[in-house]
C-alpha cells in the first residue's frame, strides 16, 4: 500500500491537541482522519511526528500514513484542503519509503516560542504570543540557556505526572531572538521533547529574564531532576512546532 | 480642559468598524468611549483620525479627546488599558496642544494590505491575509501600481454610493514587498482615503497581476472616474491601519 507523507499546518486555538481523544473533543488527528475517509473512503489512523498539546500550533507537523489510493499526492493534497477546516491544511504531500514512519524517522524538532515583552499588551498579536509586561534581562536570558544546549537528563523541564523510559535528550539550540517585529522569539531545537519541555524551559528563563533566578542555578535545577523547581509552563498559544527533521 | 492624543491597536475582526451606530452593534469608537467613561466619569465623543471599516485592523490608529481628569497620560493609559477588551488596547497616551485634532490635523496615513500567494491558503495566516491561489505577476502589479501615485481623482476607486466633495487625493506610496515571510504586503501612503480605496486598488491591482487587466489601463481607469471599471473590493481582514502622520 502506498506511503504518503504529509506537512499539516494549523492554528492550534481551536483543537484540543494533536491525539484524538475519546469523548468527542475536537483534534487535529480526528479532524485529518475524518478527511482522508471523506476523500479516500477509508477510516486508518495516522502517525504524527510527536503530539502537539490543546492550543500549540504547527507550520510543519509530519504526518506518515498507509493509504489505498491512486491519487498521485498532489491531487490528494487538493482534495483535502478542499476538505479539511479552515484552521488545518495539507502544505505538502508526497510519497514516502515504505519504511518512512512520521515519528519513528524523525531525528529533531524546531519549536518556536514568541513573547510579547512590552507594558502595553498587543491586540494584534495575543492571539499567538505570550505577553510579559516586566522588563527582561534578555542577555541573562540567553547566556542561561546555553546551560540546556547538549544532551542532558530534562526530568526537571517534564510535565508532573508524565512517564517514559528515558528523560535524557540532547538540545542543538536554544536561542532568544529580538524580531524586527519587537517579538522576542525562542528556537528550541533538539531530537526529541518531553511534555511540557519547551514551555517549562521558557518559563524557566523568563524568570531568569525578571532577576528571579541566576544563570548559575540551571544546572543545578536539571541536576534535581524535580519539575517543582523549573518555572511555571508558558502559555501554549505562544509555542508553534516549526519543522521536524528526518 | 485638557487635550490628549492616543494610539490604538485592535484586532478589525470582532468589531463592526470604528465608528458607533445606532442598533447596538460592536465598535470600537463605543468601546474605547465605554472605557473612558469607566475610568473618568465622563461620557465623551472621541474624534479618530478616520474611520476603518468592518473587519480592517489598526496598529495606530489615532484619537483624540478632551477629558478633564487629573491623571497623567501614563496612569490614564493603564487604567483604559485594565478596562478595554483583549481586542483592543491604548499603546500611548499623550497630553495634545489645545488644538490637535486627530482628524483635521492629519496629513497623511500609511496602510498595509497582506496577500497569501500560494497554491495552499495557510491556517496559521488565514485572519489576517487575503489568500490568492493563482500565480501573480508582481513586477507587473508594482509597475501598474505606479499610476495610482501622485495627484489623482480616485472617483473610480471609491466605495459605490459614498458622498464626498472631493475624489481627489494625493497618494505618496504604492508599493508591493515580497517579505521572507512569503507574504505579499502592499503598502499605501497617502493625504486621505475614499471609502474602500485601499482596498479596491488592491482589488485592482491583483487582476493586473492575474494577467485579467493590463498595466497601460491604470490610466484609463482613472480617467474614467467609474467604480465599475475598478476590480473587486478585497476583504477587510487583510487591511490594517499602520500608521498616522501628523
Redesign the interface.
Given at each position: 500500500m502506498p506511503n504518503f507523507r504529509f506537512t499539516l499546518?494549523?492554528?492550534g486555538a481551536g483543537f484540543a491537541g494533536w491525539q484524538a481523544q475519546a469523548g468527542g473533543q475536537r483534534t487535529v488527528q480526528d479532524a485529518f482522519e475524518t478527511a482522508i475517509e471523506r476523500v479516500t473512503g477509508q477510516r486508518l489512523r495516522v502517525a504524527a511526528s510527536g503530539r502537539t498539546d490543546a492550543g500549540v500550533?504547527a507550520?510543519g507537523q509530519v504526518v506518515s500514513a498507509q493509504i489505498e489510493t491512486e491519487l498521485p499526492p498532489a491531487a490528494l493534497?487538493r482534495a483535502l484542503?478542499h476538505i479539511l477546516p479552515?484552521?488545518?491544511?495539507?502544505?505538502?504531500a508526497e510519497r514516502a519509503a515504505d519504511d518512512f514512519h512520521a515519528r519513528y524517522s524523525a531525528v529533531g524538532k524546531l519549536y518556536c516560542y514568541r513573547v510579547w515583552n512590552d507594558p502595553?499588551?498587543?491586540?494584534?498579536r495575543?492571539a499567538r504570543v505570550h505577553w510579559v509586561p516586566r522588563e527582561l534581562d534578555i542577555p541573562a536570558m540567553s547566556k542561561a540557556a546555553e546551560a540546556f544546549v547538549g544532551r542532558h537528563d530534562f526530568a526537571a523541564l517534564q510535565a508532573a505526572g508524565s512517564e517514559v523510559e528515558s528523560t535524557v535528550r540532547t538540545l542543538a539550540r536554544v536561542e532568544i531572538e529580538q524580531e524586527a517585529s519587537g517579538e522576542l522569539v525562542f528556537w528550541v531545537e533538539g531530537d526529541g521533547f518531553l511534555r511540557h519541555m519547551v514551555r517549562n524551559l521558557v518559563g524557566t528563563l523568563l524568570e531568569v529574564g525578571a532577576g528571579q533566578r541566576s544563570i548559575e542555578s540551571m544546572a543545578e535545577l536539571l541536576a534535581s531532576e524535580d519539575r517543582r523547581q523549573a518555572g511555571p509552563t508558558a502559555p501554549a498559544r505562544a509555542l508553534?512546532l516549526v519543522r521536524v527533521f528526518y
Open positions: 499546518e494549523y492554528d500550533h507550520l493534497q484542503n479552515s484552521d488545518l491544511a495539507v502544505s505538502s502595553t499588551r498587543s491586540p494584534l495575543a508553534t
